[in-house]
Antibody, heavy 124, light 110 residues
Framework: QRRLQESGPGLLKPSETLSLSCNVS??????????WGWVRQPPGKGLEWIGS???????FYNPSLRSRVTMAVDPSKTKFTLQLISVTAADTAVYYC????????????????WGQGTLVSVSS | QSVLTQPPSVSGAPGQRVTISCTGS?????????VHWYQQVPGTAPKVLIT???NRPSGVPDRFSGSKSGTSASLAISGLRAEDEAEYYC??????????FGGGTKVTVL
């Protein structure tokens, strides 16, 4: 069964680095029609795309976060990761990983399925 | 402020039809890029509802339909039911910003 599961620390201090993993089961990451993305949602607010990665390692980042974000595909090709440096309280959010289905190409990709999400809080 | 603009809320009585607009610009919806819609029930992850403007994935009721005109897209829910109460988001591609979401619309069933 296709499933994505986020994991990582739930509490960080300001200036620390957020590191999350997304374990993918039921689907090979190395599939030409898929990208793999991260989306976050601050409490009570809307969705914000963080970035996406292709199995080849090609990355696409939200311009507003690009200077702080790094994504990678684990060599096992069963998970992909997110790093966000120098976090502040504004980075407090539920972080979702999701598969991006891109049968029509990168420009037409949509997110399906999503992981259940993991809450990351930044507080001193 | 979101690149794609949605009304904060819409409401309707059971059985009624409601529509949610998603207004973009010439760098996203107006440029011909696909629009997708997601439903998010409180406390859960978003779920895809409509892909490629009008396509319903398997399992999505045909009460949900999508359309597009110019720089805007719309999601219509006909025969509104209590279980449709949720937050709805549109998503598209932007030539400058890559992946963009609307701010979300809360649907209330009266």
């Amino acid at each position: 069964q296709r499933r994505l599961q986020e994991s990582g620390p739930g509490l960080l201090k300001p200036s620390e680095t957020l590191s999350l993993s997304c374990n993918v089961s039921g689907d090979p990451i190395a599939t030409s029609a898929y990208y793999w993305g991260w989306v976050r949602q601050p409490p009570g607010k809307g969705l914000e795309w963080i970035g996406s990665i292709y199995y080849s390692g090609a990355t696409f980042y939200n311009p507003s976060l690009r200077s702080r974000v790094t994504m990678a595909v684990d060599p096992s090709k069963t998970k992909f990761t997110l790093q966000l440096i120098s976090v502040t309280a504004a980075d407090t959010a539920v972080y979702y990983c999701a598969r991006q289905v891109a049968w029509g190409g990168w420009f037409s990709a949509y997110f399906d399925p999503w992981g259940q999400g993991t809450l990351v809080s930044v507080s001193s | 402020q979101s690149v794609l603009t949605q009304p904060p809320s819409v409401s309707g009585a059971p059985g009624q039809r409601v529509t949610i607009s998603c207004t973009g610009s010439s760098s996203n919806i107006g440029a011909g890029y696909d629009v997708h819609w997601y439903q998010q029930v409180p406390g859960t992850a978003p779920k895809v509802l409509i892909t490629g403007i009008t396509n319903r994935p398997s399992g999505v009721p045909d009460r949900f339909s999508g359309s597009k005109s110019g720089t805007s897209a719309s999601l219509a829910i006909s025969g509104l039911r209590a279980e449709d109460e949720a937050e709805y988001y549109c998503q598209s591609y932007d030539s400058r910003l890559y992946v963009v979401f609307g701010g979300g619309t809360k649907v209330t069933v009266l």
